[in-house]
């Protein structure tokens, strides 16, 4: 419908001799007396234009190309608003439309014979996930949903580094435990790994290898197997919420040189100076974004100062920075269009430094996009608890799944902003009322599905595609509301991906279930006389669709029986 009217009020322009580079925007008015959809252009084009904003509006609404079966009437209101009223035949036949396409509606080809990928979880093998690190999963796994919906080849990136310090301290943290089970008494560092889950791992190494590796030195052999059950542990946390990966990228790879040719990491630091951005001072690699205008504010001063930024520490070793710098350069040579990155809230003084630098570095950073979440605090009843049984003091990611479920998990990860603090509502997640967001969506599924059920075995209603035109004899504000609210699904699928966010899909999908409902309590279905009730049948059909639909994106399910 937006793409329509568009496209409409641009021939308009053409037709005044307007040729303007502004985005023409159709917003739905708060208020239905203001029509189905508005715009606001000739106000934006009035400066540009110097005419009166209203004179402007009219002389568009004179030339829009709508047939009376497409708009039914256009109205100038206010400053200079268009105001745009659907036609009924319009409506019914973008509904047909939905019953036509079934799992397909919705989907566009905005993406078409492009490459995206989206990274996200990327945790490194130390641990069982965390609740923080599902919300950034779960984040990452929607926004390759909805970009899959609109045509992107999607690649599904996980990146993990399985070296370096932590790692070491994992692989000693396990050979300790592994002693202890071979009789030996050992000091264990209170800074290692203390979860339940290292003894886990030393446990099925003993069983396996009973005493005989009790003298081995190299943590070679503990590091690989260590990495290795905690990898599997993970895939398996993730395969719980459905979340998929088709790609894993070691950072490793990026540290690696081959035949003394110069590392990923090293080809970054000498095109950096090249072009005269790298100081060494106080033995360490600096990238100089103070000439990039980098500030922070000085503790004593409390006044900005320009600053720059460590690549290389003075012990050698890489900050975080260097390797993401590079990570991100093998996405532009992999050939990737859109670069989507979902982080952490502890990424956010971070990733502007990388953008930074691949801009001088020539790359396009308009192709990159970040989702940042924020961080999420498990409540029961206003306090804050830990969803963690036996394997250390993290909010493990497994005992909140346990807990309240798959779908619920999703679900509320996403139901918030990314960009606010999560409350996750223990009680209120697992409540089977419609006081729970999740089982009030999933009802209204469920719902549909019991009345098409009654409707199959008290009148053999069976849908076919022949008699989708008796949606024409749907007549009432409450049918056409509903009718109108399903046809908005595509661009509820383009605003989701235009701010990376999936609750703005959530908040549609939640005005069609309270349209439906409505709908229901003062439309009768089963029972009504036979063009009524097939009427509303199929309205309930495409419902039914839009929810579904809806439902695959997010990743939850669309249950038939609640």
């Keep these: 419908m937006k793409a329509l009217l568009i496209s409409g009020i641009q021939s308009a322009l053409n037709e005044l001799g307007v040729n303007t580079s502004r985005e023409i925007l159709i917003e739905k008015p708060a208020d239905e007396r203001f029509g189905d959809a508005s715009t606001n252009i000739a106000m934006v084009l009035a400066r540009e234009l110097k005419k009166n904003p209203r004179q402007i509006a009219a002389d568009i609404v004179s030339r829009l190309p709508f047939r009376s079966d497409i708009v039914e009437r256009t109205e100038v209101a ?16 973008s509904v047909q439309e939905i019953l036509l396409q079934g799992e397909r509606y919705g989907n566009s080809q905005v993406g078409a ?3 995206a990928i989206v990274e996200y979880v990327s945790a490194n093998p130390t641990g069982p996930l965390t609740v923080g690190r599902g919300r950034g999963g779960v984040l990452g796994d929607t926004i390759a949903n909805l970009l899959e919906a609109q045509g992107y080849e999607v690649t599904r990136e996980y990146y993990f580094n399985n070296a370096g ?11 300790l435990r592994y ?6 008494t050992v000091d264990f560092p209170s800074d290692y790994y203390q979860g339940e889950y290292i003894k886990d791992i030393a446990r099925k190494i003993y069983n396996q290898y009973g005493t005989s590796k009790k003298d081995c030195t190299s943590l070679y052999f503990f590091k690989d197997f260590a990495e290795s059950e905690i990898f599997e542990s993970i895939k398996r946390t993730l395969h719980r919420l459905g979340i998929r990966h088709n790609s894993f990228f070691n950072e490793l790879e990026l540290y690696r040189r081959e035949c003394d040719a110069p590392s990923p990491n090293d080809r970054v630091v000498e095109e950096l100076r090249k072009r005269g951005f790298i100081e060494h001072k106080d033995g360490a690699v600096w990238f100089k974004t103070s000439l990039l205008g980098k500030t922070a504010v000085n503790k004593d001063t409390k006044e900005e100062v320009p600053v720059d930024t460590v690549l290389i520490k003075s012990n050698g070793e890489p900050s975080y920075r260097l390797p993401d710098i590079a990570y991100h350069i093998t996405k532009f040579e992999r050939g990737f269009d859109l670069i989507v990155n979902v982080f952490g809230a502890d990424h956010i003084d971070e990733y502007p430094d990388v953008l930074r630098a691949l801009k001088v570095l020539g790359y396009d950073t308009s192709r990159i996009r970040v989702a940042i979440n924020q961080f999420v605090t498990t409540v029961v009843n206003g306090e804050v608890v830990k969803m963690s049984t036996r394997k250390g003091n993290a909010d493990l990611l497994d005992d909140l799944i346990d807990e309240v479920g798959a779908d619920a998990t999703r679900f509320f990860f996403m139901m918030r902003s990314k960009d606010t603090h999560l409350n996750f509502d223990l009680a209120l997640a697992k409540k089977q009322s419609s006081d729970n967001p999740v089982f009030y969506l999933q009802y209204a599924h469920a719902r549909i599905c019991g009345i098409l059920r009654v409707a199959a075995e008290t009148s053999g209603f069976e849908p076919k595609a022949s008699e ?3 949606l024409m004899h749907l007549s009432l504000k409450e049918e056409l509301d509903l009718a109108k609210l399903l046809i908005r699904f595509p661009e509820a699928i383009e605003l989701a991906v235009e701010h990376l966010e999936p609750q703005k899909l959530i908040t549609y999908l939640n005005d069609v279930a309270a349209a439906f409902h409505k709908f229901y309590v003062e439309c009768r279905i089963v029972g009504e006389a036979e063009p009524v009730m097939k009427s509303r049948l199929y309205l309930a059909l495409a419902t039914r669709q839009v929810l579904k639909n809806g439902f695959r994106i997010l990743g939850i399910s669309a249950p038939e029986r609640m």
């Design 179 to 184: 002693l202890e089970l071979c009789g030996e």
């Design 468 to 470: 989708y035109d008796m």
């Design 78 to 93: 206010g400053a200079g608003f268009i105001n745009f009223y659907l036609a009924k035949p319009f409506v019914i036949k």
């Design 165 to 175: 310090r932590q790692m070491r301290i994992l692989a000693d943290s396990v050979r």
């Design 113 to 115: 014979g492009k490459k």
